[in-house]
């Protein structure tokens, strides 16, 4: 079966910095990649859309310029929290689209900011 | 806009019974895909079942079926002979053909099997 890998798996960042959290498909090429939020006992909140090679189409809410997306290959979608603050501390999950538009899911990348 | 619902916060289940969980959902399309997924404690998102809106059969998977009755829009998901395996949030899924195929999720139902 298709495989979709994030990375890290879980991160600690201080106030103010920037984190990368790469998602890759490792065995099939996806066009079109997707971010999620999920918190604690609550269900997956789509953030954006990302297309190779455009920009990503980001959710009612959801700040463009603190969550940059970059699908630069067809394998590889990285979402970047800049700045990030407590409140950005989630559980964030990619999931990547193959052909026949069926969606593999990654394990997911914890983010706490301290 | 498509809204999923899924009315049980919390089920739970004997082993090796039967256990049905509840999805609603709204939406003005005429094409779409329905799914189930399984979150187990790793978090790890794992597709249980997925039906077309097109098909009139229910989709089964193994021990895995499903009840759609799309004037109702309803796809409830029964899982028969509970494993201790099968203890996860089960989440609601529903996305349109074609557009932009993003999933549209319900709040989830966790489910507790009991040995």
């Known amino acids: 079966g298709a495989v979709v890998s994030q990375h890290p798996s879980w991160v600690i960042c201080k106030s103010g910095t920037s984190v990368k959290i790469e998602c890759r498909s490792l065995?099939?090429?996806?066009?079109?990649m997707f971010w999620y939020r999920q918190f604690p006992k609550q269900s997956l909140m789509l953030m954006a859309t990302?297309?190779?090679?455009?920009?990503?189409?980001?959710e009612q809410g959801v700040e463009k310029d603190k969550f940059l997306i970059n699908h630069a290959s067809l394998t590889l979608s990285t979402l970047t929290v800049t700045s990030a603050h407590p409140e950005d501390s989630s559980f964030y999950i990619c999931?990547?689209?193959?052909?026949?538009?069926?969606?593999?899911f990654g394990p997911g990348t914890r983010l706490t900011v301290l | 806009a498509q809204t999923v619902t899924q009315s049980q916060p919390e089920m739970s289940v004997q082993e090796a019974e039967t256990v049905t969980l509840s999805c609603t959902y709204d939406?003005?399309?005429?094409?779409?895909?329905l799914f189930w997924y399984k979150q187990p404690p790793s978090r790890q998102m794992i597709l249980v079942i997925r039906q077309e809106a097109y098909k009139q059969q229910n989709a089964t998977e193994n021990r895995f079926s499903v009840n759609f009755q799309k004037a109702a829009k309803s796809f409830s998901l029964k899982i028969s002979d509970s494993q201790l395996g099968d203890a996860a949030m089960y989440f609601c899924a529903y996305r349109v053909q074609g557009g932009s195929e993003k999933l549209v999720f319900g709040k989830g139902t966790k489910l507790t099997v009991n040995p």
């Open positions: 999931s990547a689209q193959s052909t026949g538009a069926r969606q593999f």
């Open positions: 990302s297309n190779e090679g455009s920009k990503a189409t980001y």
């Open positions: 939406t003005s399309e005429s094409d779409y895909y």
């Open positions: 065995d099939f090429q996806a066009t079109t």
